[in-house]
């Protein structure tokens, strides 16, 4: 009979977690103890821990961080932002009960086989209706990826931000921003969490630079990997290449498939069935559904994922799904009822709450790229005024932060300051040869600017 665990252990860990108002991962919470032990040891008493409901579990892999349990949201309130259906919400009270209490399942392949494309549907003839009308942005007929491209700037910051969110990640939006627009990495955070945003953003690029040639097949899908796992790994032979390891689920009672040449056939037929899928919203939550499920690589598999149920959105010039405001505790336990029921109904639900959200910003974006934006209008001068600053004297980036951020807390009103950054960065970032004349900047002066701005 196993001896009970300390409860003076317990509290150690969580004393340990405390410290971390991000979550802590399970290296820096054996940093934090006195006393570690062995790392399965330690694995296993947070593994309680989490099945208690004392600590709370986000990300997998080296992302996963641990929570104290009052720190996570309610699910009544994720219920709440989230409209569930009737078979979401019992598949939710389900996986709401302790690991011990469900029943310990492995990778059936009969779900996938199953599946048949164009009959078979996991979304109803009026979800896609519904979809297909928010969906479009609008536009003229244009080649793959047009509308995509246009918004580029915004998809890049809200889809690497959002994606790595749902990881554990805790750099904020503005954060975010920042560490893609002009390399600022975050203080007090880790070196993993920039990389994680860093390689969404080398993703997303391939994506939609590659619009015309994506697609799911091999090619895309590995490359897909292999730049979001970029540096992630701790074998680095394993980004890009199918799993031949062992491994598990943390907090699931769900047990991958472990054999290297079943996981490759199921892999390859998950793409030739998505590939057959006509319609992209059907097309887009049967990746969400089946590629996290087989778990084909080490790790990273759901943010492959994430970002490979955008391809369809990319290819048909539709608003991007980019999991705006996706409460993370409700979208991993939509995954684990895929994972130990193949039931899709809570995943589903919140696909469907998310397109909705996602299609609506993008509405928005549409049409302030077309409309006058107010805001700038009204801080025009000050504006200007900052990128001329920040062009003669000549500035790098990292100066140009300081300088921006001092101009807006001596000079902007506090409930302006955000936008107001963002706005400013915009613009000098946006800065090139056919535009810098109206900031009253002289040739010379933007040419030795570019220098120190982008050197080479």
């Given at each position: 009979m196993?001896?009970?665990?300390?409860?003076?252990?317990?509290?150690?860990?969580?004393?340990?977690?405390?410290?971390?108002?991000g979550?802590?991962?399970?290296?820096q919470?054996?940093?934090?103890?006195?006393?570690?032990?062995?790392?399965?040891?330690?694995?296993?008493?947070?593994?309680?821990?989490?099945?208690?409901?004392?600590?709370?579990?986000?990300?997998?892999?080296?992302?996963?961080?641990?929570?104290?349990?009052?720190?996570?949201?309610?699910?009544?309130?994720?219920?709440?932002?989230?409209?569930?259906?009737?078979?979401?919400?019992?598949?939710?009270?389900?996986?709401?009960?302790?690991?011990a209490?469900?029943?310990?399942?492995?990778?059936?392949?009969?779900?996938?086989?199953?599946?048949?494309?164009?009959?078979?549907?996991?979304?109803?003839?009026?979800?896609?209706?519904?979809?297909?009308?928010?969906?479009?942005?609008?536009?003229?007929?244009?080649?793959?990826?047009?509308?995509a491209?246009?918004?580029?700037?915004?998809?890049?910051?809200?889809?690497?931000?959002?994606?790595?969110?749902?990881e554990?990640?805790?750099?904020?939006?503005?954060?975010?921003?920042?560490l893609?627009?002009?390399?600022?990495?975050?203080e007090?955070?880790?070196?993993?969490?920039?990389?994680m945003i860093?390689?969404?953003?080398?993703?997303?690029?391939?994506?939609?630079?590659?619009?015309?040639?994506?697609?799911?097949?091999?090619?895309?899908?590995?490359?897909?990997?292999?730049?979001?796992?970029?540096?992630l790994?701790?074998?680095?032979?394993?980004?890009?290449?199918?799993?031949?390891?062992?491994?598990?689920?943390?907090?699931?009672?769900?047990?991958?498939?472990?054999?290297?040449?079943?996981i490759?056939?199921?892999?390859d037929?998950?793409?030739?069935?998505a590939?057959?899928?006509?319609?992209?919203?059907?097309?887009?939550?049967?990746?969400?559904?089946?590629?996290?499920?087989?778990?084909?690589?080490?790790?990273?598999?759901?943010?492959?994922?994430?970002?490979?149920?955008?391809?369809?959105?990319?290819?048909?010039?539709?608003?991007?799904?980019?999991?705006t405001?996706?409460?993370?505790?409700?979208?991993?336990?939509?995954?684990?009822?895929?994972?130990?029921?193949?039931d899709?109904?809570?995943?589903r639900?919140?696909?469907?709450?998310?397109?909705?959200?996602?299609?609506?910003?993008?509405?928005?974006?549409?049409?302030?790229?077309?409309e006058?934006?107010?805001?700038?209008?009204r801080?025009?001068e000050r504006?200007?005024?900052?990128?001329?600053d920040?062009?003669?004297?000549?500035?790098?980036?990292?100066?140009?932060?300081?300088?921006?951020?001092?101009?807006?807390?001596?000079?902007i009103?506090a409930?302006?300051?955000?936008?107001?950054?963002?706005?400013?960065?915009?613009?000098?970032?946006?800065?090139h040869?056919?535009?810098?004349?109206?900031?009253?900047?002289?040739?010379?002066?933007?040419?030795?600017?570019?220098?120190?701005?982008?050197?080479a």
């Amino acid at each position: 009979m196993a001896r009970p665990i300390p409860e003076a252990d317990f509290q150690a860990i969580e004393a340990a977690v405390a410290q971390y108002a991000g979550g802590a991962s399970a290296a820096q919470i054996a940093a934090a103890l006195v006393s570690p032990g062995a790392r399965r040891t330690l694995q296993y008493r947070l593994r309680a821990l989490v099945d208690a409901g004392r600590l709370r579990l986000t990300g997998d892999g080296r992302a996963a961080r641990y929570h104290l349990g009052a720190e996570a949201i309610s699910e009544p309130e994720a219920a709440d932002i989230v409209p569930l259906s009737p078979e979401g919400q019992a598949l939710l009270a389900y996986i709401r009960q302790p690991v011990a209490a469900r029943q310990p399942v492995g990778y059936d392949r009969a779900f996938l086989e199953g599946y048949r494309p164009n009959e078979t549907f996991y979304l109803t003839e009026a979800h896609r209706a519904h979809l297909a009308t928010i969906g479009k942005p609008q536009i003229d007929a244009a080649a793959a990826g047009t509308y995509a491209k246009h918004i580029l700037n915004r998809l890049l910051i809200d889809l690497a931000w959002n994606s790595s969110r749902l990881e554990g990640n805790t750099y904020s939006l503005l954060d975010t921003r920042r560490l893609l627009n002009f390399g600022e990495v975050a203080e007090g955070r880790g070196q993993l969490e920039a990389q994680m945003i860093l390689n969404h953003k080398d993703a997303i690029e391939f994506l939609v630079a590659n619009a015309d040639d994506i697609g799911f097949n091999r090619y895309t899908i590995l490359n897909l990997h292999a730049l979001l796992a970029n540096n992630l790994l701790a074998d680095p032979a394993a980004v890009g290449r199918l799993r031949h390891i062992i491994v598990g689920i943390d907090g699931s009672a769900f047990h991958p498939l472990e054999v290297p040449g079943l996981i490759e056939e199921c892999f390859d037929e998950i793409l030739a069935t998505a590939g057959a899928i006509n319609d992209p919203f059907e097309q887009a939550f049967f990746v969400m559904v089946h590629l996290p499920y087989l778990q084909p690589f080490d790790d990273v598999n759901k943010r492959v994922s994430r970002l490979a149920a955008n391809m369809p959105m990319i290819r048909a010039n539709l608003a991007p799904l980019s999991f705006t405001d996706v409460p993370g505790d409700l979208y991993t336990r939509a995954t684990l009822g895929v994972y130990e029921r193949n039931d899709i109904a809570l995943l589903r639900d919140v696909f469907l709450w998310a397109y909705e959200r996602s299609a609506a910003r993008y509405t928005a974006v549409r049409q302030s790229l077309g409309e006058p934006d107010p805001f700038r209008l009204r801080y025009r001068e000050r504006l200007r005024d900052i990128v001329r600053d920040v062009v003669r004297g000549p500035m790098d980036r990292k100066t140009a932060r300081a300088h921006l951020a001092a101009i807006t807390r001596n000079e902007i009103p506090a409930a302006d300051q955000e936008q107001f950054v963002e706005v400013a960065e915009t613009e000098l970032l946006g800065l090139h040869e056919g535009n810098f004349a109206r900031y009253q900047v002289r040739p010379s002066e933007f040419t030795a600017w570019r220098l120190v701005w982008s050197p080479a």
